[in-house]
């Protein structure tokens, strides 16, 4: 597992920059900027390439890579959980309050309520870690496509 974190770190400062920079676009309305800065597409693109890379440059199995892809889908939903939380409990309006983000494309203009606002971060918590899995999965499945690497040379004397 340490090693899994280790090899995270680079995802884990694009999941705060993108949380930084989605929180400093409040003032861009959410249909104009809410594809600016995804935390999903983040997590997306991330579980294909951790999975693909972790099998021809680490030779990871597929459930190595599997954990891989649970821990970005899971660690980008505690950030989402907890921006939300946090945004709620401040009365700080946002792109995590938003009820598109809540509720879809088609929700109404009112604002989401608390509990079920949570309620959908909390399902979301499941749902997309699930998700993020499974795409890493298939970013396993294509890793076959990349180059092997060669033994770097040794050192010239």
Known sequence: MAQHLRILRLYFLL?????????AMTAVPYEKGHQV???VTLTALSAIYYGAFGR???GYRVSQAALLGALIGLS???VI?????VS????????FTNPRALLGANAP??????GPAMAMRAGGLFANTITATIVSCLGWAMGGLLP????????KK
């Open 15 to 23: 999941l705060a920059l993108f949380t930084v920079g989605r929180l």
């Open 37 to 39: 800065f995804s935390l």
């Open 56 to 58: 021809r440059w680490l």
């Open 76 to 78: 980008a939903q505690i």
């Open 81 to 85: 959980f907890t921006v939300t939380l």
């Open 88 to 95: 709620y409990s401040l009365g700080f309006d946002n792109y």
């Open 109 to 114: 203009p009112d604002p989401i309520a608390f």
């Open 148 to 155: 092997v690497c060669a033994p770097p040379p040794p050192p």
